[in-house]
């Protein structure tokens, strides 16, 4: 990381499909949450890009570039992870996809946490401090039912692979019973009380921007460490 780079800068990464729904509302929050301390912000849609997840070339792994934590494969996400070199904080969200993020967000992972993660006994990342991260989650399953869907294990596998990458701060954000559609009477989802989720809508979900906004304050606030 650069020594003259000082300004704040936390970048926002919709692993959503959709610009205008649930997971981009939240990470947009967050993102103005991030600028209220000053921090520079930016908010990438991954569906936007074009590239694949780790393609197992094991290229960083290698003497010559382990510690560099750059990854070979060239494509349009490579700017995006040169972008995260350079930030103080990142906040990533994703709907839940049949009990696990979406596949953009997959593929990201593969790339940004491999490359920096070391096959070292003594330290577990090439990074001595990491971007603070923020990880927001929304899924039309109430809270009731993560641990019976399996998510737990989810969030706390991702958890457990981010804390390995040294950063200052690490939090993650549950958008449960979300509404899903913007016509419930267009669809066939019987299952679904449309009332309830609009309720959850009216009354819930404002809250959960509310905590989208404080996340990305406390990210936002979070300078420089000692880089790579």
Request: proline share 4%.
């Amino acid at each position: 990381m650069s020594e003259q780079i000082k300004t704040r800068k936390v970048i926002g990464l919709n692993g959503g499909p959709r610009k205008n729904w649930n997971t981009a509302s939240l990470l947009e929050e967050a993102l103005k949450g991030a600028a209220s301390t000053g921090a520079e912000t930016k908010l990438i849609h991954l569906y936007d890009l074009d590239y694949k997840g780790c393609r197992s070339c094991f290229s960083c792994k290698t003497k010559e570039n382990y510690l560099k934590g750059r990854c070979a494969l060239k494509d349009e996400l490579s700017s995006v992870l040169e972008l995260l070199e350079d930030c103080t904080g990142a906040v990533m969200g994703s709907p839940i996809y049949l009990s696990d993020v979406t596949g953009a967000l997959r593929s990201f992972l593969e790339r940004y946490i491999f490359i920096n993660l070391a096959y070292d006994f003594d330290a577990p990342s090439v990074l001595k401090r990491g971007p603070a991260i923020g990880l927001i989650y929304s899924m039309n399953v109430p809270e009731t039912l993560i641990e019976t869907m399996g998510y737990d294990v989810l969030f706390r596998s991702q958890a457990n692979f981010f804390s390995r990458l040294n950063p200052p701060v690490f939090e993650q954000l549950l958008s449960c019973d979300t509404y899903q559609f913007s016509d419930y009477s267009r669809y066939h989802a019987p299952m679904f009380d449309e009332a309830h989720k609009r309720a959850v809508k009216e009354t819930q979900f404002p809250q959960d921007l509310k905590l989208a906004y404080e996340m990305g304050a406390r990210i936002g606030q979070t300078g420089f460490g000692d880089g790579k």
